[in-house]
């Protein structure tokens, strides 16, 4: 029996290294993936409230969590690969300007 | 006292945090993005460890299994390298660094004190009958709506993407 406050923790770390990575990461595919983590501590959270709680719609919520992320996957990754093939880079220190 | 269960949890919570670790400090984004999938594998063993057995694979199916994985096909297409040196100062990086990590331990430190009344749940597996008739009776109307946000970020994506035509 594990208790609740193990998985509040662990969710709690889990999203403070995906800001970490978000804020110190140059790679614009490698701060996508920080979101993803963010996203998953986030999970993790719903999880463990919703075992806590003897309820489902933390489950619920959790499915509709991952579908989004699925399509928000699939539209940053295509706007991504447009700021490389019009920009050329993926370092976000080069892609400062809305005008090239 | 080390039961089975803590101890699973130990060994599931040290692959995510050495997961996660490893995103941040590895240079190629392609090893970021496997050690992103070795995190949501071991976060679905979380799940199952709590009774969350649809959650679980729907994490491994569809977010290891189909966004990772479109993730790591664009990495491959556009040739993704290693990042260079920045040019952020020094100073921004010894001491960003650790005053984010001294944070991170101080709000884990909180969130344990102030969760640790929460006490244990018991540990029995959530069927899928009972998630799903909340799916489908309760919850049918955001689920048809994803159903309509998936068309839209595929027809988003497709138009985004697309090679200008000349003619």
């Known amino acids: ?6 998985y509040l923790v662990l969710s709690a770390v889990l999203f403070g290294l995906g800001v970490i990575a978000f804020i110190f990461k140059r790679n614009i595919l490698t701060i996508f993936m920080s979101i993803e983590l963010m996203l998953n501590a986030v999970n993790l959270a719903f999880v463990s409230f919703s075992r806590l709680l003897g309820q489902l ?15 928000e996957a699939a539209v940053g990754l295509a706007i991504i690969i447009l700021i490389h093939r019009n920009r050329g880079t993926l370092n976000v220190e080069n892609v400062d300007s809305l005008k090239d | ?18 997961g996660a670790l490893s995103l941040i400090v590895q240079r190629h984004p392609i090893h970021s993005a496997l ?5 949501m594998v071991a976060l679905a063993g979380l799940y199952l460890l709590q009774g969350a057995e649809f959650v679980a694979a729907v994490q ?13 096909f664009v990495i491959m297409l556009l040739n993704a390298g290693e ?12 001491v960003g660094v650790p005053l984010g990590i001294a944070f991170l331990v101080e709000v884990a ?12 749940p018991p540990e029995e597996m959530v069927s899928t009958r009972e998630l ?19 068309l839209i970020a595929l027809l988003g994506a497709l138009v985004l993407a697309r090679r200008e035509e000349s003619d």
């Open chain 1, 1 to 6: 029996m594990v208790p609740t406050s193990y």
């Open chain 1, 57 to 71: 719609q933390g489950q619920v919520f959790v499915f509709f969590v991952i579908v989004v992320a699925a399509a």
């Open chain 2, 1 to 18: 006292m080390i039961t089975p269960q803590i101890a699973m949890f130990l060994i599931l919570a040290a692959v995510v945090v050495a």
């Open chain 2, 35 to 39: 050690s992103l999938i070795v995190v």
């Open chain 2, 60 to 72: 491994i199916i569809v977010y290891a299994g189909a966004i990772m994985v479109l993730f790591i």
């Open chain 2, 83 to 94: 990042e260079e040196r920045s040019n952020v100062s020094r100073l921004a990086r010894f």
């Open chain 2, 109 to 120: 430190y909180w969130i344990g004190r102030a969760t640790a009344h929460l006490g244990t």
């Open chain 2, 132 to 150: 799903s008739s909340l799916l489908f009776r309760e919850f049918v109307f955001p689920f048809e709506l994803t159903s309509f946000l998936i």
